[in-house]
């Protein structure tokens, strides 16, 4: 079954405003990552987590293996924020296998 | 920064025809992945790989085969294509050490079966 629960499926954000992106897991998974698939299609990496917290500009991402979770945040959203981010998050194997969400489409409005 | 590349990035294909898909990696990972997108559904892993001359069955393997001939080489083959397989297909590659196995994908080929 579905091992990774993300939400919302869509979010509408003003520019200059904020919100969070979240992904729950049924299983614990040992690391995360967030990615943002742009409007050429590409999926960019933001962020891999084993533990913790990380920043980088307007973007932050939580990891809790123990609460199952993961979040996104966004702050003072622009225009080229838009597209859809996914959640992915895997057991710590040396494969590396992803569990990916449905991922969240992004739209940020002038 | 990693470089995963894969070609074509756009086909269309007859039911029952053959299609490849190919993947080229140059960041000498070992591991190797093929995804699938659809609306609703994130990305699903069909196939991967731990190296060259390995292939391993993912979560929705059925109608698609994988041959890794080299280290920086992963396809992704349709034998017989049908409609359902009309998708976004993510080529990925990682190296898989420890807890810092992070993902680099390519562009996505966007394949439409008719």
């Known amino acids: 079954g579905d091992q990774v629960e993300q939400s919302p499926s869509a979010l509408s954000l003003h520019e200059g405003t904020g919100s969070a992106l979240r992904c729950n897991f049924t299983?614990?998974?040992?690391?995360v990552q967030w990615f943002r698939k742009n409007s050429r299609g590409s999926l960019i990496n933001l962020f891999y987590?084993?533990?913790g917290t990380k920043e980088n500009g307007r973007l932050k991402s939580a990891f809790d293996s123990k609460e199952r979770y993961s979040t996104l945040h966004i702050r003072d959203a622009q225009l080229e924020d838009s597209g859809t981010y996914f959640c992915?998050?895997?057991?710590?194997?040396?494969?590396?296998?992803?569990?990916f969400g449905a991922g969240t489409q992004l739209i940020v409005i002038p | 920064e990693a470089a995963v590349t894969q070609s074509p990035r756009n086909k269309v294909a007859v039911t029952g025809g053959k299609v490849t898909l190919s993947c080229n990696q140059t960041?000498?990972?070992?591991?190797m992945y093929w995804y699938r997108q659809d609306t609703g559904h994130g990305l699903r892993l069909i196939h991967y790989?731990?190296?060259?001359?390995?292939?391993e069955k993912g979560d929705i393997p059925d109608g698609y085969k994988a041959s890794r001939p080299s280290q920086e080489n992963f396809s992704l083959i349709l034998e017989l294509a049908t409609p359902s397989q009309t998708s976004v297909y993510f080529c990925?590659?990682?190296?898989?050490?420890?807890?810092?196995?992070?993902?680099?994908f390519g562009e996505g080929s966007r394949l439409i079966v008719v």
């Open positions: 960041n000498n990972h070992n591991n």
């Open positions: 790989s731990y190296g060259a001359g390995s292939t």
């Open positions: 299983t614990t998974m040992r690391a």
């Open positions: 990925a590659s990682g190296d898989g050490t420890g807890s810092g196995n992070t993902l680099y």
């Open positions: 987590l084993a533990s």
């Open positions: 992915a998050a895997g057991r710590g194997s040396a494969l590396g296998r992803l569990h």
